[in-house]
């Protein structure tokens, strides 16, 4: 007989700096359980195997409340919630494969939406904070021989108490897919529903300045024995709109030239991009013009890379691209450091050519001031602050040699462009308008495979990392005039054999997708200039 008394746990993620830490081996991974009975709220598996909360329903239902909506009125922040959810529908049929974290750091101005309500997601399920339970030694991994043992937390898991500005990590890794399989062993599917009420409504709360989001579950004992777990009848995940940083997404768009000089027609482009597994770029350009692509679709690379993805534009309309035309192609996704792996242009008869595709992202160097703080048990970790000493862009060689050249900058912060405007087009009409800086002084720089070169805007070679430092893969500029303003960069590349010329076009600074009005201060940076701008249009 199943007792009627009523249990709940919410948990919080909060802010905290974790930069420089390094994957670990494939062998350290685990996860911690919320307990019914224990009081440390950490379950012990070994000795009390059935004590966790889980769900009977195999569909889940969740809803958007109205405090969600008039909080987070755009519709990209909602999808990214909604792919939140679609991870945990797949974790069930995702193998751990080789990687074990798809964590990524960077200092920048929001808390990633779609990483935290993975993680909060993860609590409605039942999952605790792995680095939390280190302190009583109830993290656990599986020994290999259908038993667990106790195991350190990485700091990497996706279910780790804290992430900072600017990090994310919305991939599943082993630790969750191994508690997943370990509470449920089936398929469970989220479903959204706009009804009166959902299993699980996603809203909104008034926190702590250093807190993101909570989560949890609802529920009530299976038995008169509290080691046999409890049975979740309910959840919630809801996101801090008094956070002293926003909640939101920073988008990413490239496009390029490519200029084939090896006198083959093209049928088709492949690129393979790592940084997210979202499968809908939020815009692409196809080649616009007498060849335009009408074909364009994605697919995931492998279990081992959750987080990259093949993007194939093809079916050129009028046949094969003739070799003496320019072809221009480009991406917008929906993490703010997305790179390209690789690129290569089909010919017909199938023959490829590989290609040297450039990436651009912002960069910074920071140092950490302060120590964390610890609140009582249930409350948030507030964590040191990260204070960038050097700011600037690295420019990304994919997995071929690359000679880069010609490059130059403008600011473009009230031109309101969007991913169609980046291209030679408006390249000659800044030209045109005298707003593009030439650098002269770069020169012509050899990148090898998957390495890159920062360019300074603010910062002496002092504030550099000592490995950027030493290999001398820098450039120091001076322009803190370009910092926190929509940058729009060029630079030409070419393989060693000279096969192609491409133009890579990006823009930088672009403001994120965050609540309106935006927060304008940024708890002990706001003197960094960080203010939120208009954001760029959607083309």
Not at 171 to 196: K, Q, R
Not at 343 to 367: C, K, R
Not at 505 to 520: F, K, S
Request: hydrophobic share 35%; with cysteine; net charge negative.
């Amino acid at each position: 007989m199943k007792a009627s008394k009523t249990v709940s746990a919410y948990v919080c993620l909060a802010v905290v700096a974790l930069a420089g830490l390094a994957l670990a081996p494939p062998t350290a991974y685990g996860f911690a359980s919320w307990s019914a009975e224990n009081t440390s709220n950490f379950t012990d598996i070994i000795n009390h195997p059935n004590d966790y909360p889980s769900w009977d329903l195999t569909t889940i239902t969740y809803r958007f409340t109205p405090a969600f909506t008039a909080a987070y009125p755009n519709p990209l922040l909602k999808d990214q919630v909604r792919l939140a959810f679609n991870q945990w529908n797949a974790a069930n049929i995702t193998p751990n494969g080789a990687v074990y974290s798809y964590r990524r750091n960077g200092w920048q101005t929001f808390g990633d939406m779609r990483s935290i309500a993975t993680h909060e997601i993860g609590h409605v399920l039942g999952l605790h904070h792995p680095d939390d339970a280190d302190n009583v030694n109830r993290n656990w991994r599986p020994d290999g021989m259908g038993g667990y043992v106790a195991q350190a937390a990485t700091t990497n898991e996706l279910m780790n108490s804290t992430i900072n500005p600017g990090n994310y990590n919305h991939v599943l890794g082993h630790d969750e897919l191994d508690a997943f399989d370990y509470y449920y062993g089936h398929t469970i599917s989220f479903v959204e529903t706009t009804g009166p009420t959902g299993d699980v409504e996603v809203g909104t709360f008034t926190g702590g300045a250093f807190t993101w989001a909570h989560g949890g579950w609802s529920g009530v004992y299976r038995s008169g024995d509290h080691f046999q777990g409890i049975r979740s009848t309910s959840g919630m995940v809801e996101f801090n709109t008094s956070s002293g940083t926003d909640l939101g997404m920073r988008t990413l768009g490239i496009n390029w030239d490519y200029q084939n000089v090896g006198g083959q027609p093209t049928r088709s482009f492949k690129m393979r991009t790592t940084g997210t597994n979202n499968p809908v770029p939020i815009f692409h350009y196809d080649n616009n013009g007498p060849h335009h692509f009408n074909n364009f679709g994605t697919l995931s690379v492998d279990m081992d890379h959750k987080d990259d993805l093949w993007h194939i534009w093809s079916t050129p309309a009028g046949g094969d691209i003739p070799h003496t035309e320019i072809i221009h192609v480009g991406l917008e996704q929906d993490v703010w450091d997305w790179s390209v792996v690789s690129a290569e242009v089909v010919h017909p008869g199938g023959g490829t050519t590989t290609a040297a595709f450039l990436g651009m992202h912002e960069w910074s160097n920071t140092i950490v001031e302060g120590t964390s703080a610890t609140g009582p048990d249930g409350s948030c970790y507030s964590g040191p602050t990260q204070i960038p000493i050097a700011r600037g862009f690295r420019i990304a060689a994919s997995d071929m040699t690359s000679l880069v050249s010609d490059l130059a900058l403008a600011c473009v912060d009230d031109m309101d462009l969007g991913l169609g405007d980046l291209n030679r087009e408006m390249l000659a009409e800044l030209r045109r308008k005298e707003m593009v800086e030439e650098i002269k002084d770069f020169g012509e720089q050899m990148l090898a495979p998957g390495h890159d070169f920062i360019i300074v805007l603010e910062g002496s070679v002092d504030d550099l990392p000592p490995d950027i430092q030493k290999n001398g893969n820098f450039m120091l500029l001076d322009r803190p005039e370009y910092l926190d303003q929509e940058l729009f960069v060029f630079a030409r590349s070419r393989g060693q054999e000279g096969d192609a010329v491409i133009g890579t076009y990006a823009l930088l600074g672009t403001a994120p997708i965050i609540p309106e009005p935006a927060t304008l201060t940024l708890l002990g940076l706001g003197a960094l200039g960080l203010m939120a701008r208009r954001r760029r249009k959607v083309t």
